[in-house]
């Protein structure tokens, strides 16, 4: 049987319900954050490829869970106002509740494996997280504030540091926190801890 979760996913970019559902991105793919839970005066959060992420609360949405949030549904009710919306047709026979459950039961397998398998490293893990979410707010600020105004202007030392950076870091919190599995950040801790020690440490000074 077709999981329409799993198909909405596949099929419905979620830049594309973002625009739908009335949050339009800036400059790098930053929007608002949809939660609504914190202040929000610059857009704290982006659009990858598969998901919203939120740099400040942490969060992350897809194409159902932004339905969910800014809609007020519950999963099945949100997966059913993106078939309708989008004429996908994935609802003709599926008793309501039926595929919400089996979602649910599904998350809070992995949340329950996910736990057995990271132990102690979870405290890293949060930790690195928060430090490169912050990492990557400073460098959106300093390539912002440090543009050099005119083609003659010497290029600020925090400019430069946000163009260099900017990209690699945030392809490496994709990989680790957004869409990656524990391996990932495995593999994260390994090549980049000292790294990500030494910016933690930097963003104390700088706070």
């Known amino acids: 049987m077709t999981d329409p979760f799993r198909e909405i996913r596949e099929h419905v970019p979620i830049a594309d319900a973002a625009e739908r559902y009335g949050l339009h991105a800036g400059r ?3 929007i608002r954050c949809p939660g ?3 202040e929000d005066r610059h857009p704290s959060a982006k659009i990858y490829p598969t998901r919203i992420h939120c740099f400040t609360c942490g969060r992350s949405w897809d194409a159902v869970d932004l339905v969910e949030e800014l809609f007020n549904r519950t999963p099945i009710e949100a997966a059913r106002k993106i078939d309708r919306d989008y004429g996908l ?4 026979d599926t008793p309501p509740g039926e595929e ?7 998350e809070r397998a ?7 398998r990271i132990g102690d490293f979870e405290v890293w893990a949060v930790r690195a997280s ?9 460098l959106e600020q300093w390539k912002r504030e440090h543009a050099p105004k005119t083609p003659d202007e010497a290029i600020h030392p925090l400019f430069a540091e946000a ?3 900017i990209d690699k870091w945030d392809h490496l919190y994709l990989q680790a926190f957004v869409d990656g599995e524990f391996e990932d950040r495995i593999q994260l801790y390994k090549e980049h801890r000292r790294r990500i020690e030494a910016i933690a440490k930097r963003i ?4």
């Open 204 to 207: 104390e000074t700088i706070g």
């Open 163 to 165: 163009c260099h950076n």
């Open 28 to 30: 790098g793919g930053m």
């Open 130 to 138: 928060s430090t490169i979410a912050a990492y990557l707010r400073l």
């Open 110 to 116: 992995e949340r329950d494996a996910g736990r057995g």
């Open 36 to 38: 609504g839970t914190h």
């Open 89 to 92: 047709n994935l609802f003709p």
């Open 100 to 106: 919400e459950r089996r979602r649910a039961a599904r």
